[in-house]
């Protein structure tokens, strides 16, 4: 927690609070925010949690009272979230946007790698133990998705006539993307499941951030000048993106 955070926050008080809705108890983390001029509430898809943002000085209580009067949000919300996935045996798992099984061969030897059975079917192929499946297969894909972004974002800083720094990967919750000032661009590694046109539409859209740090019409221009298939990826995302989130255990 940010030093300026603690500063806030009460010796006593929890990192926590419980909502009662309809016979079913939810947790809540709570965090202060120096900047915070209400209460909010969010969800954080990728690990299935609750959290309440509070103004440094706001009260437990008040918070406890507005995550309880929103007891049926939270509820519904967390209700719509897709299942979790686990990469296990069997699981399929889309891989640039193509269904794949992931099928365990402990006796192989590797890591993780890609056939296509004389069916046309498409398999992740997993050597070792069963319970280093979902973290192979997880890191697998973090490796896939760093080479395809630093890729296509160096295509597309290219065509805009920019320079980057770095491309990092992340497992981002609120967002599938972020550009600094600096040059530094991070991506959510869980682009490596979409359509490629998806992944070259959001390296497409940070890069572009390295000329202009907002999202004006000049912006979404130089967007769409580098990525013709602008308005279909948004689409995408806006209808399956939180269904990427599901996919492998919360501690990856």
Not at 130 to 149: G, I, M, N, T
Not at 190 to 197: N, Q
Request: proline share 6%; net charge positive.
């Amino acid at each position: 927690m940010p030093l300026r955070a603690l500063l806030y926050r009460r010796p006593s008080e929890p990192q926590s609070i419980n909502v009662f809705f309809d016979k079913a108890v939810y947790p809540v983390r709570v965090r202060r925010h120096r900047q915070a001029r209400r209460y909010t509430l969010r969800i954080q898809a990728a690990k299935r949690e609750v959290v309440l943002t509070m103004p440094p000085r706001g009260s437990l209580k008040e918070a406890r009272d507005f995550a309880q009067k929103h007891g049926d949000w939270i509820a519904a919300r967390l209700d719509r979230l897709p299942e979790a996935t686990p990469f296990a045996h069997g699981v399929i798992v889309p891989l640039r946007g193509y269904p794949h099984r992931v099928v365990h061969q402990r006796g192989m030897r590797g890591t993780v790698w890609v056939e296509t059975g004389d069916d046309g079917e498409r398999a992740l192929c997993v050597a070792g133990d069963a319970p280093h499946v979902d973290r192979r297969v997880c890191d697998f894909l973090k490796r896939e998705a760093k080479s395809e972004l630093e890729t296509a974002s160096r295509r597309a800083a290219e065509q805009l006539g920019v320079k980057l720094k770095r491309v990092s990967i992340r497992d981002q919750s609120s967002r599938w993307g972020s550009c600094s000032t600096t040059g530094v661009l991070s991506y959510s590694w869980r682009l490596i499941l979409a359509p490629v046109f998806v992944l070259e539409y959001l390296a497409a859209h940070e890069v572009a951030h390295l000329v202009e740090m907002n999202h004006s019409r000049r912006f979404w221009r130089l967007v769409e000048r580098i990525c013709p298939n602008t308005k279909r990826a948004k689409n995408w995302l806006d209808a399956h993106g939180p269904d990427l989130h599901r996919y492998g255990l919360p501690d990856n």
